[in-house]
């Protein structure tokens, strides 16, 4: 009997709170180093004394990575993009000095700018952190003396990127793991839950697999690469972990295909091959790659026998070089100039923030100034993410901003010195840092709640006691959420189905790939990409679910990509099986809903 799957275009509460709170290995430890970097530029700020120090560590929350080599290559180059943008700065505040029609023009053409390199190049997401502090920057400049206006700003505006970039390279290569490190985990990872899948538990474990699964290989070769990047690895050695990579994975689908049909005739060979697992994850746990893997199972299903053979070549690099991934080359998206959806995102984009800072000079209200900077952090390009996320929006800022109160109301008047002070940074930098690290689906509410927290609570140098200045920043966040959403579902409203027939195709070409394979390396490559593009799908169809009804394609459409799409997931699944029969029909139901 098959196991039941969870409908892709229904996100349930209890789905969203499973994937915001679940302990995957190596979380805390991320959210704990995340934590550590954003009080870290806390401390810096305010030792300095830089003025929107909070910016400083929302940059931080923002783009921290997990290995230590990504981190510094981070660091580095949102330090020198930076460097040069205040070239631009530079010329900005020359010809915008004293002059306010000047000042809102120079906003709006950089805030379209920097929304178009989000959309349209591989800056994203950086490109909106640059654009949030190069417009707040012009913004803010006014509130300086005009004698050292120049300087100031741009000292402090380098600054405000300077530290985070300084704490991501410096304290990143302090605290933070090896790629190499976090590839072997995450490998040992996928045996744990191979081994589990054999042995058949609960349909938590199954949902966390399979999320595990969607994953594919992306994450692990990029593990791979950074760990190159080191020079302090042998090839041979990560040669071995390449190929152990992709049979983990391989190994994680056959192991979830033995588990949707239930293969209890075969117990005593399931729990030999988990035993094996358990085994081999262990030395990868340790950071040792294992050879000689010795099986020696005889069974009559071909999926159990595929895995033993997986299993005995798990870390033995194939001659047989791996299919290649075609990637657009260049800064740019290969439609950057030709696509008008960039164009309409860039003006969306830019309406919103222009909304925003008309209303904040018109009701000279400083404290919701944060209305602008929200504007470039909530931004998404479709109607179906706007709405999917509004709720991860409203409710991160709200968790923020109460914690926020709660904090001036209950723990900064018995503060008595900064050590205290940090340690409550550090504790609601680690609340946004474990949402943030989780899924993909909910990471945008621990984003909100840092920055609602961090623009609440940092006004100028160490702890505020004004309560007005929590209220004002969180009417600003809200405010600023409320004109992005307005705008973006108001003019070009894009829909997120309109993506669902190129990422259907994908997966048929990619499928049909799979069964062309004629090794059993080039069948688990496909077979991993189809499983990233089969989540990137799933993700659309989430989104089109949570659009307006009008924009919603009919129940039976959404049905039948439904089933095709499980239909897709188990064929890559049975497809790893060698003399598998070829699935023609299913090629034509993926050809029929891609067009």
């Known amino acids: 009997m098959a196991l039941p799957v969870t409908d892709p275009a229904a996100l349930s509460l209890r789905r969203l709170l499973h994937l915001a709170l679940r302990p995957l290995p190596g979380r805390m430890?991320?959210?704990?180093?995340?934590?550590?970097?954003?009080?870290?530029?806390?401390l810096i700020g305010e030792i300095w004394q830089i003025p929107e120090t909070s910016l400083t560590a929302v940059v931080a929350l923002a783009i921290w990575q997990k290995d230590r080599v990504t981190n510094a290559i981070a660091g580095a180059a949102l330090s020198i993009v930076f460097a040069i943008l205040l070239g631009l700065l530079y010329c900005c505040v020359l010809l915008t000095i004293n002059h306010l029609i000047a000042d809102v023009v120079a906003v709006a053409l950089m805030s379209f700018g920097f929304f178009f390199l989000g959309s349209a190049s591989k800056l994203k997401p950086v490109a909106y952190m640059l654009g949030l502090?190069?417009?707040?920057?012009l913004i803010a400049i006014d509130q300086v003396p005009v004698g050292e206006l120049v300087t100031r700003a741009l000292l402090y505006a380098w600054l405000i990127i300077a530290v985070p970039g300084l704490v991501m390279i410096v304290l990143g290569l302090l605290i933070c793991p090896s790629p190499k490190t976090v590839l072997t985990d995450s490998i040992d990872l996928r045996l744990r839950m191979s081994a589990a899948l054999l042995r058949g538990t609960d349909t938590a474990t199954h949902q966390d697999a399979m999320d595990l699964l969607r994953e594919g290989t992306g994450p692990l070769f990029k593990n791979l690469k950074m760990a190159a990047l080191e020079k302090i690895w042998a090839p041979s050695a990560l040669a071995r972990l390449k190929q152990a990579a992709?049979?983990?994975?391989?190994?994680l689908a056959l192991a979830d295909h033995i588990h949707r049909h239930e293969r209890h005739s075969e117990d005593e060979a399931l729990t030999q091959l988990a035993a094996v697992m358990e085994e081999m994850a262990v030395v990868f746990a340790e950071g040792d790659c294992p050879t000689d893997i010795a099986i020696n199972i005889h069974a009559r299903d071909p999926a159990i026998t595929e895995i033993a053979l997986i299993l005995q070549q798990f870390t033995t690099p194939s001659e047989e070089s791996i299919p290649?991934?075609?990637?657009?080359?260049?800064?740019?998206f290969p439609d950057a100039f030709t696509n008008p959806d960039h164009v309409r995102f860039a003006v969306k984009g830019t309406a919103a923030v222009m909304t925003s800072y008309l209303i904040f000079k018109a009701l000279?209200?400083?404290?919701?100034?944060?209305?602008?900077?929200?504007c470039f952090i909530v931004a998404l390009p479709t109607m179906g993410e706007m709405i999917a996320k509004l709720k991860l929006r409203i409710s991160g800022a709200l968790i923020g901003g109460?914690?926020?109160?709660?904090?001036?109301?209950f723990l900064i008047p018995h503060f008595t010195n900064v050590v205290e002070f940090l340690v409550m940074i550090y504790a609601a930098s680690f609340l946004a840092a474990w949402i943030k690290t989780g899924d993909a689906r909910v990471a945008y509410a621990g984003l909100q709640i840092g920055l609602a927290f961090f623009l609440?609570?940092?006004?100028?140098?160490?702890?505020?006691?004004?309560?007005?200045?929590?209220?004002?920043?969180?009417?600003?966040?809200?405010?600023?959420?409320?004109?992005?959403?307005?705008?973006?579902?108001?003019?070009?409203?894009?829909?997120?189905?309109?993506h669902l027939g190129k990422e259907f195709g994908k997966i048929r070409t990619l499928?049909?790939?799979?069964?062309?394979?004629?090794?059993?390396?080039?069948?688990?490559?496909?077979?991993?990409?189809?499983?990233?593009?089969?989540?990137?799908?799933e993700r659309t169809m989430e989104n089109a679910a949570a659009e307006p009804v009008h924009m919603r394609t009919d129940t039976g459409q959404r049905k039948v990509r439904d089933t095709v799409l499980r239909t897709a997931s188990a064929l890559t699944e049975d497809m790893l099986i060698p003399e598998s029969p070829a699935p023609d029909h299913h090629f034509e139901q993926l050809e029929k809903v891609a067009s």
């Open 246 to 251: 992709i049979s983990s994975t391989a190994i």
């Open 324 to 332: 290649e991934e075609p990637k657009p080359a260049g800064f740019f």
């Open 402 to 409: 109460i914690m926020a109160i709660a904090s001036i109301i």
């Open 29 to 42: 430890g991320y959210s704990l180093r995340m934590a550590a970097a954003c009080t870290s530029c806390v």
């Open 364 to 374: 000279d209200w400083d404290g919701i100034h944060t209305c602008i900077i929200t």
């Open 456 to 498: 609440s609570d940092l006004k100028t140098f160490g702890p505020t006691a004004d309560m007005t200045t929590a209220r004002d920043r969180i009417i600003g966040i809200l405010l600023g959420n409320f004109i992005t959403y307005a705008v973006f579902t108001s003019f070009w409203p894009a829909s997120a189905s309109e």
């Open 511 to 537: 499928l049909k790939s799979q069964v062309e394979a004629s090794s059993r390396l080039s069948r688990m490559v496909f077979a991993a990409r189809v499983q990233e593009a089969i989540s990137a799908t």
């Open 133 to 137: 502090i190069m417009v707040y920057a």
